[in-house]
């Protein structure tokens, strides 16, 4: 017979994975691997309860809200779970995005006065610039190893080498219904799905590295600013994510 | 004034500050919110140097003395533009005031230029104040906060109706460079706070003002440099690329560096060290020395030379604010182009193309 104590371990493990698939929508990441989850544990009876935490008390409150959201629906989801309660800490918004994820009130409500309308075209927004970023991360070791501009142009999907990148651009790319199986241009604009004309290739190869750069570079003050806010690493994030860039 | 390698840079700190943030200046009630604002801004001065960290007690609020010694007498500055942040919701007088900059100033002169700063939702007695401050303290630039905090609303954009009316008054009074810091909250909260579209609105249509973009737009570096590519008016201030990222992330000081050098040039880049979130000293000397390194990774970006680097580090402000720069820091008349970019022909074919990503 399995102890209680470890089958709540399991179920903690197991709502800690789930929150792996929570993103910060601007910085394109987990927020494990980030360290906003401050911790996660399940009792026997099945109630998960997961602390978040940004770098900074005044972070953008409508990404928060995305991330408490997300992060409710990703640990309900997870079998065994009976309830979830999932809590921001030291924010300047945490009583109404705790209390409005709680009620499943959806943002305009739990911000009511002060918002128009929900978050869809927000994260919309920033996936299309996660595809953008991704574009460069699938490409640049295509040029790097002597791939012709003009050739990507031309390339498919199923033509990319595979990794992770590749991966992760498909799946960004179908997450807002752009083309995504082997036929697929590589080269999309992901405003509109049209592929990339030779003439855009250029610009469209430079504003995807921009794009990229601008993420990892606020990635970078994010990490920096959180770990001066809290010393110890988060649930789920690995030490060596921390320190790539020195 | 600083001096390496024989070469003499004339340095022009575009954005500092003379706040008062300790407990005797919190409003009674909203004391959350001044102490998270300034926990927030000394986990910035965390990207810097170790040995350039200050205790929070002192970050609060440090004094008179203290920013003579660090921007001047240590810090390699010539001329610092006070660029003020009101906050009064929470700060009782005022985060950073103009009056509070001036008083100060006052004692030393010379040594500082004066903005002021204006909030569209003030009305009628804001542009009074506005008015009154330009004629009081001879502004040349105002810095705005578009996620302050007023009467309930979270904020507002430069496209606003009641902001034109404040950039026409801004035109008609000289008060030609426009700082626009964006922040994280504004009205509705489901909009993306920190979108600089508003920028490029109001840049077309006020070609007479400089709009100085705090940060470069940061955490949109992309969405400024697409906008900044195409408004001859809109200019990167570095605050926060230099502070934060050169001793933190030097890798991605170097791409970010690159990515400005490629689609805003050095001609419209301005230094800032947002003292006292960080002290100008380590930030001129390692600018002075920074080369973009020679590895196939950054090999598509534009170089920085000596001519460069004196430009952003004052010479660009100056032009900006009329700063009197002497004879011996001025760059020969054929440094004073913009520097020839074949990448200029991409960047120009953009205006044809369909726009990605936005």
Not at chain 1, 63 to 71: G, Q
Not at chain 1, 174 to 198: F, H, K, M, R, Y
Not at chain 2, 97 to 111: F, I, Q, S
Not at chain 2, 171 to 197: C, M, R, Y
């Amino acid at each position: 017979m399995t102890a209680p104590a470890d089958v709540a371990a399991a179920a903690g493990q197991a709502v800690l994975e789930a929150l792996e698939t929570v993103r910060d929508p601007e910085l394109d990441e987990p927020i494990t691997s980030l360290g906003f989850v401050a911790s996660c544990t399940v009792s026997a009876d099945g109630d998960a309860r997961v602390r978040l935490r940004l770098p900074t008390y005044f972070c953008a409150p409508n990404f928060a809200y995305l991330m408490v959201a997300d992060a409710y629906d990703a640990a309900s989801a997870v079998p065994g779970v009976r309830s979830a309660e999932v809590v921001l800490e030291d924010h300047f918004a945490s009583d109404a995005i705790n209390g409005g994820v709680a009620a499943r009130a959806g943002f305009a409500r739990s911000f009511a006065g002060e918002a128009a309308g929900e978050l869809d075209g927000l994260r919309a927004d920033f996936l299309r610039k996660a595809v953008m970023a991704g574009t460069d991360q699938v490409c640049r070791p295509l040029l790097a190893a002597g791939r012709d501009p003009a050739a990507l142009q031309a390339m498919r999907l199923g033509e990319v080498p595979p990794s992770r990148a590749a991966d992760r651009l498909r799946q960004r790319r179908a997450e807002l219904g752009l083309p995504a199986g082997d036929d697929a241009p590589l080269l999309i604009d992901p405003a509109t799905g049209a592929p990339v004309s030779e003439a855009a290739l250029p610009l469209h190869l430079r504003k995807a590295h921009v794009t990229r750069v601008s993420i990892e570079a606020n990635s970078g003050i994010c990490r920096g600013m959180l770990r001066h806010r809290y010393a110890t690493p988060g649930a789920g994030q690995a030490a060596a994510s921390e320190e790539e860039d020195r | 004034m600083y001096e390496s390698n024989g070469e003499r840079y004339f340095i022009v700190d575009g954005h500092m500050h003379y706040w008062n943030a300790a407990p005797d200046n919190w409003v009674p009630g909203a004391e959350q919110y001044a102490k998270g604002w300034i926990e927030c801004f000394h986990a910035y001065q965390g990207l810097g140097p170790p040995q350039t960290h200050w205790p929070i007690e002192k970050f609060m609020k440090y004094s008179e003395d203290d920013l003579m010694r660090d921007v001047f007498t240590d810090g390699h500055v010539d001329v610092a533009i006070f660029q003020p942040t009101y906050l009064k919701e929470w700060y009782r007088e005022g985060f950073n005031t103009t009056e509070r900059n001036a008083l100060m100033g006052e004692k030393h002169p010379g040594k500082f230029v004066y903005n002021t700063r204006w909030d569209p939702r003030d009305g009628d007695a804001g542009l009074e104040e506005l008015r009154r401050n330009v004629e009081r303290f001879g502004c040349k630039g105002c810095k705005l906060y578009t996620a302050e905090w007023n009467a309930g609303s979270r904020g507002w954009k430069l496209t606003d109706p009641a902001a034109y009316r404040y950039l026409e008054v801004c035109q008609e009074l000289g008060v030609t460079n426009i700082h626009v810091h964006k922040g994280p909250t504004i009205w509705p909260l489901d909009k993306d706070a920190f979108d600089v579209s508003d920028v490029d609105h109001v840049a077309t249509d006020f070609p007479g003002l400089n709009f100085i973009v705090e940060h470069v737009g940061l955490p949109r570096i992309e969405d400024f440099c697409f906008m900044a590519t195409q408004e001859p008016n809109v200019y990167a201030g570095l605050a926060v690329v230099i502070g934060g990222l050169m001793h933190a992330r030097p890798q991605f000081f170097n791409k970010v560096m690159g990515e400005l050098l490629f689609w805003v040039g050095e001609d419209k880049m301005l230094f800032g060290s947002d003292y006292a979130i960080w002290e100008p000293k380590w930030q001129v000397e390692g600018f002075v020395n920074w080369e973009m390194p020679d590895r196939e990774e950054f090999s598509d970006y534009p170089r920085l030379g000596v001519a460069g680097k004196k430009k952003i580090l004052g010479l660009n402000a100056a032009k900006l604010y009329g700063i009197t720069v002497p004879g011996e820091f001025q760059l020969p008349a054929e440094a004073g182009a913009p520097a020839a970019r074949e990448d200029a022909q991409l960047v120009d074919d953009r205006s044809q193309q369909p726009v990605a990503g936005s």
